[in-house]
C-alpha cells in the first residue's frame, strides 16, 4: 500500500517525498514485522551492484533484482542530466510501466539513444547500459527499478567509499 503512494509522488514529480515515503515504508515495514525483507534484498543488490560497477573487467548481472536496479540507476543518472526545467518522473514510469521484458528493452534502448551525448564510452554508465541491453531477466519487478532510482547514484562512487557512506 505504501508503495503506490511512492509511485504517486513519482509520477508528480516529487522525488525527495518519494524517497521518505519510500524509507517510511521500509521502517514501518521493519518494525511492525521485526524485519524489512524488501529492505534487506534491496541492500543486497545495491551491494552487489556497486561490488560490479567497481570492476574493471567486463561483469553481468547476477540477478533480475541486480538488472532491474540498475535500470532504476541509468534511468535516474539520465533524469539528473536532462536539459529539462520541470523533470516531472512520467518518463521513468511510462518506459518501466510494461510486463513484457521485450518491450520493456526496446523502451530502454530508445531512451539510452535519445540520450547518448550524456553517455561516454568505458565508463561505469556505459558498461550499465550494456549489460542491460546484454542481460535477459525472466520477470519484471518494479519494485527494485524505483529503488534503484531513488537512491543515490553509485557511478560516481569511488574504490574506498563504501555504500554505507
Same mark, same amino acid.
Given at each position: 500500500?505504501?508503495?503506490?503512494?511512492? =509511485?504517486?509522488?513519482?509520477?508528480?514529480?516529487?522525488?525527495?517525498?518519494?524517497?521518505?515515503?519510500?524509507? $517510511?515504508?521500509?521502517?514501518?515495514?521493519?518494525?511492525?514485522?521485526?524485519?524489512?525483507?524488501?529492505?534487506?534484498?534491496?541492500?543486497?543488490?545495491?551491494? #552487489?551492484?556497486?561490488?560490479?560497477?567497481?570492476?574493471?573487467?567486463?561483469?553481468?548481472?547476477?540477478?533480475?533484482?541486480?538488472?532491474?536496479?540498475?535500470?532504476?540507476?541509468?534511468?535516474?543518472?539520465?533524469?539528473? +542530466?536532462? %536539459?529539462? *526545467?520541470?523533470? %516531472?518522473? !512520467?518518463?521513468?514510469?511510462?518506459?518501466?510501466?510494461?510486463?513484457?521484458?521485450?518491450?520493456? =528493452?526496446?523502451?530502454? #534502448?530508445?531512451? $539510452?539513444? =535519445?540520450?547518448?551525448?550524456?553517455?561516454?564510452?568505458? !565508463?561505469?554508465?556505459? *558498461?550499465?547500459?550494456?549489460?542491460?541491453?546484454?542481460?535477459?531477466?525472466?520477470?519484471?519487478?518494479?519494485?527494485?527499478?524505483?529503488?534503484?532510482?531513488?537512491?543515490?547514484?553509485?557511478? $560516481?562512487? =569511488? +574504490?574506498?567509499?563504501?555504500?554505507?557512506?
Amino acid at each position: 500500500m505504501w508503495f503506490d503512494a511512492v =509511485k504517486i509522488s513519482i509520477e508528480n514529480g516529487f522525488i525527495i517525498k518519494a524517497k521518505h515515503q519510500m524509507n $517510511f515504508g521500509l521502517s514501518l515495514e521493519k518494525m511492525l514485522h521485526g524485519r524489512s525483507e524488501i529492505m534487506e534484498k534491496t541492500l543486497n543488490v545495491r551491494e #552487489k551492484f556497486v561490488e560490479h560497477l567497481l570492476l574493471k573487467s567486463n561483469w553481468q548481472y547476477s540477478s533480475d533484482e541486480e538488472y532491474l536496479y540498475a535500470i532504476g540507476q541509468v534511468l535516474g543518472y539520465i533524469n539528473m +542530466k536532462r %536539459n529539462s *526545467k520541470n523533470k %516531472n518522473m !512520467t518518463f521513468l514510469l511510462r518506459s518501466c510501466s510494461t510486463k513484457n521484458i521485450e518491450i520493456l =528493452k526496446e523502451r530502454l #534502448k530508445n531512451l $539510452f539513444l =535519445k540520450y547518448s551525448y550524456h553517455i561516454e564510452p568505458n !565508463t561505469r554508465l556505459a *558498461k550499465a547500459i550494456g549489460n542491460i541491453l546484454l542481460y535477459n531477466p525472466s520477470h519484471l519487478d518494479l519494485s527494485f527499478i524505483i529503488a534503484g532510482f531513488l537512491s543515490d547514484l553509485a557511478f $560516481f562512487y =569511488k +574504490k574506498e567509499e563504501t555504500i554505507n557512506e
